[in-house]
């Protein structure tokens, strides 16, 4: 069992950055593949960004590529999201998940935080 805590959520003005951050508490954080998904009003919950175990293989959404940056501290138990240049259509819940199986599918992630919402104003 793995429990992740997502912070660093906010309103932000279009143009602007916030860095996102997921604690893990539990088993092993270096064992699983991390990802972040985000869920608009009205919308499915989204693939934003994953990253291995090893933190050398991150993976993005076309819609985010070149703006935000995926990354994590094993020593810290923590995976990050770097939000830079964000446009009003980010705004959205952002949840952080883990999982043995690196993906973008959110049916491959085995647990989820309970998320951090995202505001960007235009």
Known sequence: QVQLIESGGGLVQAGGSLRLSCAASGRTFSNYDMAWFRQAPGKDREFVAAISWSGRTPSYADSVKGRFAISR????????????????EDTAVYYCAATYIFSSRRSEYDYWGQGTQVTVSS
Not at 73 to 88: E, G, R
């Open 73 to 88: 501290d094993n020593a810290k138990n923590t995976v990050y999201l770097q939000m830079n240049s964000l446009k009003p």
